[in-house]
């Protein structure tokens, strides 16, 4: 290519430019003929203060300016290298805009340039990568990145990434590049004039590529039907095969390993049920991949692993089971399956791209999933990194199963059939369980990992919930059918319901309000048999109305086209589905009212959930399988399965339970320490325990001087303790808080990387499944035990159920909640055996509660300090 691309990265004071905030560096690099030509980087005198976390967070101080030039010194010499050319950039609008306004301040015509953004580039031609953050790539792509944050070094790294970009580009299918153009215009990238380059050169090169089939205008990675192959002449027993080797791991012997893959060999032998609490470094995924893989091959039977995250599956399919396959004196083929709306419709997503989107999302998800068909062997949208925007456009092009070519959904069930070991999600294995047509072929033995989470799954599986989002979505689909096949009856009995739902969701909203008080998200529960008064009246009134109009619309949906029904049919289901949740007297279920009281005045949810699985567990899953094991790192309170075990209605089975513990010499490695100086529940309010509570969190930080995991159960004492932290001008580190400075907990954990001293305010999501090895954390702070709020609409209902049975819902499911809540807490910190680390739990509750030895014993050995502050962060200053 002939083109001249200027390669840009700059480093500034702040996010602002048309306030105060400056450039402190630039640096570019320049490329043409697909070649590094030239090289460029300077400090820039800012004319201003350099705050603290930017010089953190890029290492550039004060100092560094001496001789820098100011801005207006370099201007003309940008302007005459960059006039004509593409200027290509990483989040090109941050660092356009920002250049535009010290040019317009130094009195300087900017110059005219194309401009081009990796960041969107790398979405659509890289759209598997799980960040697009310029570090994160160039780790994928083993690029040198050595000082990031420094733009020299970012302009290289960028220029690096841009130069790989353009070879693939280059490499796609012809078919595939004429789609890109079309689809691409709304794209913020000037890649127009790019595309035709690249198409006019590959049309004279008049080769053909063998790796794909066209179908429908879109290049698709060819498939070849898998097949087992024949079973080896012998299998030895897995008990023979592991008194043969020293130790499976290639770096060590694991003796909690050894002992953890022995059970769950005799558990497939004897046909048991197994409850396998595995700590923290046993290994424990090879410890059941490697004798449920002997067991497949020796029986030709397959076994299913079931997983509830998918970090762990691509952990699984990426690094155990390749290695494993090194370790089996045999071969043996997995397969992964999931739920059909998991996969992409080829045929569907053809269809979408007869038409030329104006919308950013839609354009980009497009040309995503253009570049993605000619790599992909799964269809599987997990392997996907889309927008949110992109996530709502998976819904009409998902699959439904039917017979079209290069079906995706149809080729993993395929794989499945020829597979030993089936790997899919707890979510799938209850529609398999409960389902007329199955999907996964059929197995007697079942390994669940991270089984603490079945109960939820399943409650949430089989639960209903209707979202005034949805509702309106559907709305929108059948009006835009309506005005499409100008159906006069048919747009007007939908503006007649337009109105009625606006009405409904905002009475239920209004509803919520007048009956419990918060700020951000509140939950009501309600039943319907005992909601009283004008107010619900007028909701039911209301809403028999509206399913009147629905008896309408089954009726006018006749004359809708094929092609154009589903939306119409789907409404019709989503609002029988919100009048049973309204009006049904079925007491299995709890129902509540779900809102933010920020929202829009309609924005809320009806949701239900079954009370209790016991007898499903029982029923459709245990008494149907031979073995069932479930593994994780909590199952236990006080070293005891009895929790676990009533609510998955185990009881009548008389599993097989085992205790494996951490290898991990807590110890040596940890300290466990609890102020005594805060005050106690309920005698102070929520903003004083908040306000008290971040001086403790800032004292910690400032002895700790490395990175803070800061752990709450609640929202809004998370936003109080955060504000109050903030209001601390003197701090050296830098303050991050879910729901505040972001709600992405895989986003915000890579931003809280990317500082040395940082402290992260976290709820739910990181209480578990983020890992944070070696001295990427070296505190973990629970601001208070883990219980859930008594008010919360599931554990309400669930009390009240064991309370009619004569129980003690305290003591039969809060404090186990929140003792296995507290032990994924506490986990958070010591990831291998060269961690080292400091617990400190803000909640005095863990030394003066009748309860409290509860807490205490379900941890491994460890030293607990309980005294003032002050005397604690002496002990600090000893352990660092």
Known sequence: MNDRFVVVDIETTGNAPKKEDRIIQIGFVVIEDDKVCERFSTFVQPERDIPPFIQQLTGIDHTMMHDAPPFHHIAPMLVNKWEGAYFVAHNVHFDWAFLQEEFIRSGIQPPTCRLL?????????????????????????????????????????????????????????????????????????????????????????????????????????????????????????????????????????????QQMMSDINDAFQTCQHALIEAGTGIGKTMAYLLPAAFYAVQHEKPIVVSTHTLQLQKQMIEKELPRMARLVPFSFTTAVLKGKRNYISVRKFARTLKHVDTNYDIALTKCQLLVWLTETETGDVDELNLTAGGALFWEDVHSDETNEEHNFFIRAKERAKHAHLIITNHSFVMHDLTADDTFLPPYEQLIIDEAHHLEDVAAHFFGRHVSYEYVRLLWTRMNDTAIMHQMGALRSLLADMEYELNQLFQSLRHYVLRRQKGDGRIRYRFIPWKEYGREWSAIIELLMRIMNDVRQLAQMKEDVPREDMKPFTTFIDVLSTLQHLLTSDDDHI?????????????????????????????????????????????????????????????????????????????????????????????????????????????????????????????????????????????????????????????????????????????????????????????????????????????????????????????????????????????????????????????????????????FLQSLPPIRVYHAPLAELLQHVDEWL
């Open 117 to 257: 953004d990796t960041v969107e580039l790398a979405r659509f031609l890289m759209p598997t990568q799980p960040s697009y953050k310029l570090g994160h790539l160039a780790e994928a792509l083993s690029l040198t990145h050595d000082r990031p944050h420094q733009a020299d070094y970012d302009a290289e790294a960028t220029a690096q990434l841009f130069l790989f970009l353009l070879r693939k580009l280059s490499h796609l299918p012809l078919v595939t590049l004429k789609q890109l153009r079309r689809h691409s215009r709304p794209l913020k990238s000037e890649l127009t004039a790019l595309f035709d380059r690249v198409i006019a050169k590959k049309e004279r090169s008049f080769q053909t590529d063998e790796s794909v089939v066209e179908y429908e205008g879109i290049a698709i990675k060819r498939w070849f039907s898998p097949k087992r192959d024949d079973r080896p002449e012998h299998v030895p027993s897995f008990s023979q095969w592991l008194a043969s080797r020293p130790f499976v791991s290639p770096f060590e012997y694991r003796q909690g390993q």
């Open 590 to 854: 709890v129902r509540w009212l779900e809102m933010d009281t920020k929202a829009a005045i309609n924005a809320v949810t009806v949701i239900s959930q079954p009370i209790d699985l016991a007898h499903f567990f029982a029923d459709q899953l245990f008494a149907r399988k031979r073995s069932v094991v479930l593994t994780s790192a909590t199952l236990t309170t006080n070293n005891c399965f009895s929790f676990i075990i009533e609510r998955l209605g185990l009881h009548d089975f008389y599993p097989f339970t085992r205790i494996i513990p951490s290898p991990f010499s807590y110890e040596k490695q940890a300290m466990l320490m609890v102020p005594n100086d805060l005050p106690m529940f309920p005698t102070a309010t929520v903003e004083q325990y908040a306000e008290q509570a971040a001086q403790q969190i800032i004292c910690i930080a400032e002895r700790i001087k490395g990175r803070m995991l800061v752990l709450f159960t609640s929202y809004e004492l998370l936003k109080q303790t955060y504000a109050f932290a903030k209001q601390n001008d003197e701090q050296s580190f830098v303050l991050l808080a879910q729901g505040v400075s972001g709600s992405n907990a895989a986003k915000l954990t890579r931003h809280f990387q990317q500082f040395e001293q940082a402290v992260l305010f976290g709820t739910s999501s990181f209480w578990e499944g983020v890992d944070f090895p070696g001295d990427e954390v070296t505190c973990v702070v629970i601001v208070r035990l883990p219980f859930a709020p008594p008010d919360d609409p599931v554990v309400a209902a669930k009390s009240d159920y064991i309370r009619a049975k004569g129980g003690n819902p305290f003591y039969d499911l809060s404090l186990p909640q929140a003792i296995l809540r507290f032990k994924q807490g506490f986990g958070r910190l010591i990831r291998t055996k060269e961690d080292r680390g400091i617990v400190f739990v803000l909640d005095q509750r863990l030394f003066t509660a009748s309860y409290s030895k509860y």
